[in-house]
């Protein structure tokens, strides 16, 4: 069991940066692999970035790396997802998602298999 607890969400004016914080805890969260994913309303859910926890190795959405970037600490027991230059298309729920393995499709939230609650981000002047 993974329990997974979002926080970082606000309001920021177009241009600003962000970091959300995502708090795994349970047995079995060293040995997973942590995501972040972003939903907005009307649409699907979408893969933002992933993280191994135990390696550091990461998979990022390539139409999001040049403003996004995430990060762990272990030490903190924390996972990061930066966001830099946020626009009004970013406002979502970003979640906070984790899976067993390594391999298979990470942009299917359906091959992660705990999630939080979601933290609401909203973008606008």
């Known amino acids: 069991q993974v329990q997974l607890a979002e926080s970082g969400g606000e309001l920021v004016r177009p241009g600003a940066s962000l970091r959300l914080s995502c708090t795994p805890s349970?047995?079995?969260?060293?040995?997973?692999?942590m995501g972040w994913f972003r939903q907005a309303p009307g649409k699907e859910r979408e893969f933002i970035a992933a993280?191994?926890?135990?390696?550091?190795?990461?998979e990022q959405a390539a139409s999001l790396t040049d403003r996004f970037s995430i990060s762990r600490d272990r030490v903190a027991i924390k996972m990061f997802l930066q966001m830099n230059g946020l626009k009004p298309d970013d406002t979502a729920v970003y979640y906070c998602?984790?899976?067993?393995?390594?391999?298979?499709?990470?942009?299917?939230?359906?091959?992660?298999?705990?999630w939080g609650q979601g933290t609401q981000v909203t973008v606008s002047s």
């Open positions: 998602a984790a899976r067993s393995s390594w391999s298979g499709d990470f942009y299917d939230a359906r091959s992660y298999d705990y």
């Open positions: 349970g047995r079995s969260y060293p040995g997973y692999i």
């Open positions: 993280i191994s926890w135990g390696t550091g190795r990461t």
